[in-house]
């Protein structure tokens, strides 16, 4: 399929999705959104691929939904259209880990999507936000409860209610961003890191994923049971006995994703 608003390849057995709107400083349009979709779609479809990267130019990982595109809208038209659902929740619903790899702005909806993905690495120049009060409305793509719930109430409730902007250091620290890299090595390293998970055995890293995702969503009791249905289901797989047989051989494991 061609791409007009985002480019992507393969690198290894990691996926790598680029947004490019560069004149609009990635600016989430419609197209743009259906686009993302399509590609995580083939990347979730691909057995080579085991770890996906979705990243932006220097100066933004995406500046925000399509601020001119949405101007207009109603609310009739935003709501037949479940506008900011669809599409958007792509990126959240992918089975195989995403990392955002976020230089220059994330903002708004760009800030929103690299919260879907499963961490954040961010370079020395990111700086994110949730300006939408600042156009008159809210987060509309879940900035209010993923970012509560990342950088907790204070800082969250700061953030949109001013639209402040915050640093990389500040990300770090609160728990935004998994680390800080210098921007000149942002994708190198997270294509790195992808590679490591893509190396994992799939069917336990799509456990791991599926245990800290129910974190979000349960008590701990529940949550602790939840990981241990998993982590029992895990001892029916190839890839735990030759985990397990290459430690104790002291060699690398060669998983097959089985
Ligand atoms: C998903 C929801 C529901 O949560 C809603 C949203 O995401 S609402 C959008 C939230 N985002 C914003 O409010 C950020 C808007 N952008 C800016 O504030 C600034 O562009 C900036 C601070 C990121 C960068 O400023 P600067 O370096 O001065 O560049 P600009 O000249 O402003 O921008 C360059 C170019 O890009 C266009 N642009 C930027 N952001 C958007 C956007 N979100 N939508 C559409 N277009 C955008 C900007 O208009 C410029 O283009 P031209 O007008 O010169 O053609």
Not at 153 to 166: F, P
Not at 199 to 217: D, F, I, N, T
Not at 219 to 236: D, I, K, M, Y
Request: one cysteine or more; charged letters at 25%; a negative charge.
């Amino acid at each position: 399929m061609a791409y007009e608003n985002i480019i992507v390849e393969t690198k290894g057995h990691v996926g790598l999705i680029t947004l490019n709107r560069p004149k609009a400083l990635n600016a989430l349009s419609q197209a743009l959104i259906a686009e993302l979709g399509k590609a995580l779609d083939g990347f979730e479809a691909d057995d080579d691929i085991g770890a996906i990267v979705l990243t932006g130019s220097e100066k933004a990982f995406a500046a925000g939904a399509d601020i001119k595109e949405m101007a207009s809208k109603t609310f009739t038209q935003c709501y037949l259209e479940d506008f900011i659902t669809k599409g958007w929740e792509a990126v959240s619903k992918v089975r195989k880990p995403v990392i955002a790899a976020v230089a220059g702005y994330a903002l708004g909806g760009g800030c929103e999507v690299a919260m879907m993905c499963d961490f954040i690495l961010a370079a020395d120049t990111a700086k994110f936000g949730q300006p939408e009060i600042t156009l008159g409305v809210i987060p509309g793509a879940g900035g209010t409860q993923r970012l509560t719930r990342l950088v907790g109430k204070s800082k969250a409730m700061e953030m949109i209610l001013t639209g402040r902007m915050m640093d990389a250091q500040e990300a770090e620290r609160s728990g935004l961003v998994s680390r800080i890299v210098p921007a000149g090595e942002l994708l190198e390293e997270a294509l790195k890191v992808a590679e490591r998970i893509a190396s994992m055995g799939r069917p336990s890293v799509l456990a791991a994923k599926e245990a800290v995702e129910r974190a979000y969503e349960s008590t701990l009791a529940e949550g602790v049971r939840f990981e241990r249905r998993l982590f029992h289901a895990l001892f029916s797989t190839d890839d735990q006995k030759e985990g397990m047989a290459a430690f104790a051989e002291k060699r690398q494991p060669n998983f097959k994703n089985r």
